[in-house]
């Protein structure tokens, strides 16, 4: 009895002395180390980066919708939610919870709907369609054809890109607008923007009558409005086959909002990107159809502001605008960019490097492409945008029949949010190439965007309504 007395007495201290030293492994578990912390923590906000990226890229419609099919609003709408509450677990080391919150976030981005109430009409598929017989290098009286296929014009935009040797990329965007009226509409658009300071928007509005003077082989715009003045001479290329095109622009100092600016440009396009291939008209969205050109190209020239002036290098690219677009007939014509802004899916990329030129194009359901490669017309059998960092890379792959796929990086250098005009640094290659001196001009309208034109006339001075 007195044996057995013991033996519980020993089983008593020993469980006793269990529980003690355990209760100190416990309370020293609960105690991290802060450099284990600061490295959970790190890890934790690059994956919350990861699911943040995912989410902008689905808000601003930064993927083709058409092909991958659409992430629903609400599933975006409540992803951004989850993000916000991770974030909150994050700051306060609560890891697990965080990252139970970003899963469900993915979980919610990574449905996709295709749906033909997405985009519920019918167009051409040039792609598919193939047929470059009506394809050619425009010539200057092209520019003053004001309507094609019944499509009346919508404007004549040259527009550079590029570095100059001060070291800054440069936008010049311009519109001559037509907006399917018959005739220029004020006010004649011209835009500067440049990365030494891309929060400063140069925007002028010239509300003077643009004067239009054509000969045999040239045709010439010039419009003045005070001390402002923007010409732009369009001239038949004996050596080329197709158009030079030459701008000039001259605005005074604004005191408190701009330095003197000037600038003088040309572009030599490569070739004429037709929509739809020439073929007639092709629907854009529900009763818009367009038709017309695009011409990328190389560019040079020298810009000015404040005194100092600025030479574009080998970088330099151009395209020209001869868009139309109007309604469809019989329909009242619906401006087309509120449409765009109805249905989304506007990618307009025109590229230029040392080896190959391009234009890629989607409005809504209508796709097509054109590719200038040794002096031949190309054109794509598809091709696939991969979204990289929301509007700011992307990665464009288009197969070809002749030459296999040709590979585009994208790094976006300057956004006017506003147009939603932007340019780009470009890399890649094509047919065994390293593609070098690429640049590109990169144009995306997304659903549920702001009216650009609108908002261009009402409110110039807007830095970023997104």
Same mark, same amino acid.
């Given at each position: ?294 011409? /990328? ?6 810009? $000015? @502001? +404040? *005194? ?6 080998? =970088?330099? &690219? !151009? ?97 006017? /949010? ?6 780009? $640094? @470009? +890399? *890649? ?6 593609? =070098?001196? &690429? !640049? ?27």
């Amino acid at each position: 009895m007195k044996k057995t007395s013991i033996i519980l007495g020993m089983c008593m201290i020993a469980l006793l002395l269990a529980q003690c030293t355990q209760k100190p492994t416990e309370k020293k578990a609960e105690v991290t180390d802060p450099n284990i912390t600061k490295t959970l923590a790190a890890v934790a906000m690059e994956r919350y980066e990861t699911g943040l990226n995912k989410y902008k890229v689905a808000f601003y419609f930064w993927y083709d919708h058409l092909m991958d099919g659409e992430v629903p609003p609400a599933n975006v709408v409540e992803a951004g939610k989850k993000l916000d509450l991770a974030l909150v677990e994050v700051n306060t080391n609560s890891f697990d919870k965080a990252y139970a919150l970003m899963n469900q976030a993915d979980s919610l981005l990574d449905v996709h709907v295709k749906s033909d109430s997405l985009f519920p009409y019918e167009t051409d598929k040039p792609m598919e369609k193939q047929d470059a017989s009506k394809v050619y290098k425009a010539k200057a009286k092209d520019y003053l054809v004001l309507e094609r296929y019944g499509v009346k014009m919508n404007d004549v935009g040259p527009s550079i890109w590029g570095y100059c040797d001060d070291g800054e990329y440069y936008l010049i965007t311009t519109f001559y607008n037509y907006h399917a009226r018959g005739h220029i509409i004020k006010p004649v658009v011209v835009e500067i923007i440049t990365t030494k300071d891309p929060s400063k928007r140069y925007v002028y509005l010239l509300n003077g009558e643009t004067k239009i003077t054509q000969t045999e082989k040239s045709v010439e715009y010039l419009v003045e409005d005070g001390g402002k003045r923007f010409r732009t001479i369009i001239t038949d290329d004996p050596i080329g086959g197709g158009t030079t095109c030459h701008s000039i622009g001259i605005f005074p100092a604004v005191e408190g909002k701009a330095p003197a600016i000037s600038f003088d440009v040309t572009t030599t396009p490569t070739f004429s990107y037709w929509y739809n291939q020439n073929q007639g008209a092709a629907m854009m969205y529900p009763d818009i159809v367009l038709a017309g050109f695009e011409q /990328p190209g190389p560019a040079w020239g020298t810009v $000015t @502001m +404040d *005194g100092k002036r600025a030479t574009f290098n080998k =970088t330099a &690219g !151009g395209v020209t605008e001869v868009c139309m677009i109007s309604g469809a007939p019989g329909k009242k014509y619906d401006e087309y960019r509120t449409n765009m802004t109805r249905y989304g899916n506007e990618w307009y990329i025109a590229i230029h490097s040392d080896q190959v030129d391009g234009m890629f194009i989607s409005y809504g359901k209508f796709r097509d492409a054109g590719i200038s490669y040794k002096g031949k017309y190309i054109i794509p059998t598809e091709y696939k945008l991969i979204p990289g960092v929301a509007n700011q890379t992307m990665t464009l792959v288009a197969k070809t029949k002749e030459f296999g796929d040709l590979v585009l990086n994208f790094k976006i250098m300057l956004h006017d /949010p506003v147009y939603t005009e932007r340019v780009a $640094t @470009m +890399d *890649g290659s094509f047919d065994g190439q390293v593609l =070098t001196n &690429g !640049g590109a001009w990169f144009e995306h309208v997304f659903k549920g965007a702001p009216d650009g034109i609108k908002a261009v006339q009402d409110s110039p001075q807007i830095v970023n309504p997104l």
